[in-house]
């Protein structure tokens, strides 16, 4: 097995969450009966909208301390993190849709996963900087 191998394969898990909720878009509007380009006038397709976008904002920052998290420090852990980020997203995305006020356990899920991924891989390469002295 490639040492990296599990991370590409989150990476490609992460991106299909991230098109079934694009999917999920024309959904609403087809139920809500609004037609593109209109972006609102119905709770349920704005907010299938917002959760849209909103994982569209945290996919760079997810993806590139996954993959910085999996080459510096381990790829099996980077890997479980990039997991529990795409639950976090889902529990996040059909939680908001339903009612906005519940989306908080499924943004935390997913903000901490990325919290570890970010700051466990800037903690890395400053140690592997100061040690080999840049």
């Known amino acids: 097995m490639h040492p990296h191998s599990l991370v590409p394969l989150v990476t490609l ?15 609403a509007r087809a139920k809500c ?20 976008y909103n994982t569209l904002e945290w996919l760079p ?7 910085l998290f999996g080459i ?3 790829d099996r852990l980077a890997a479980a993190l990039g ?11 059909v939680a908001y849709v339903q009612d906005p006020a519940k989306r908080g356990p499924g943004f935390l899920i997913q903000a901490l996963a990325t919290a570890v991924l970010l700051f ?4 890395r390469v400053i140690y592997i900087l ?3 002295g840049a």
Do not use: C, K
């Open 61 to 67: 920052i997810f993806l590139v301390s996954m993959w």
């Open 130 to 132: 100061a040690v080999q």
């Open 13 to 27: 898990l992460a991106l299909l969450t991230y098109f079934w909720m694009s999917t999920r878009v024309p959904r």
């Open 83 to 93: 997991l529990v980020w795409i639950i976090g997203r889902i529990m996040y995305a």
């Open 120 to 123: 466990g891989a800037l903690g």
């Open 72 to 74: 510096y420090w381990n």
């Open 33 to 52: 009966g609004i037609q593109a380009p209109a972006m609102t006038g119905d709770p349920i397709l704005e907010r299938t909208v917002r959760a849209h």
